[in-house]
Nanobody, 122 residues
Framework: QVDLVESGGGLVQAGGSLRLSCQAE???????VGWFRQGPGKGREFVAG????????SYADSVRGRFTIARDSAERTAYLQMNNLKPEDTAIYFC????????????????WGKGTQVTVSS
């Protein structure tokens, strides 16, 4: 069992940046990590994922080149750096973890955080 808590959301103008954090308890070691989002009136969608060793970063087409997923070497925290934010990026952002990267990329990770709100104004 791993508990995940997201932070770093907020209100930002279009073109701005935010960095989301996902704090894990007890650890993210041996887990692939993903970020998902759910916009107003929309279903939850995959944003980015990364393997347990920091390899194989993957991104949704809508965020590739603007967002970067990373994890720290201490294996307690994962991050989502979001640059050049657009109003359509407005959503609740969720961190998720699973022992297997395909489960993350397929939208079926075992563990979920409760989310953090990101609002991008035009």
């Amino acid at each position: 069992q791993v508990d995940l808590v997201e932070s770093g959301g907020g209100l930002v103008q279009a073109g701005g940046s935010l960095r989301l954090s996902c704090q894990a308890e007890p650890t993210l070691s041996d887990y692939a990590v993903g970020w998902f989002r759910q916009g107003p009136g929309k279903g939850r969608e995959f944003v980015a994922g990364i393997n347990w060793n920091g390899g194989s970063p993957s991104y949704a087409d809508s965020v590739r080149g603007r967002f970067t997923i990373a994890r720290d070497s201490a294996e307690r925290t994962a991050y989502l750096q979001m640059n050049n934010l657009k109003p359509e990026d407005t959503a609740i952002y969720f961190c998720a973890a699973d022992p297997y990267l395909p489960s993350v990329l397929g939208g079926r990770p075992l563990h979920w955080g409760k989310g953090t709100q990101v609002t991008v104004s035009s």
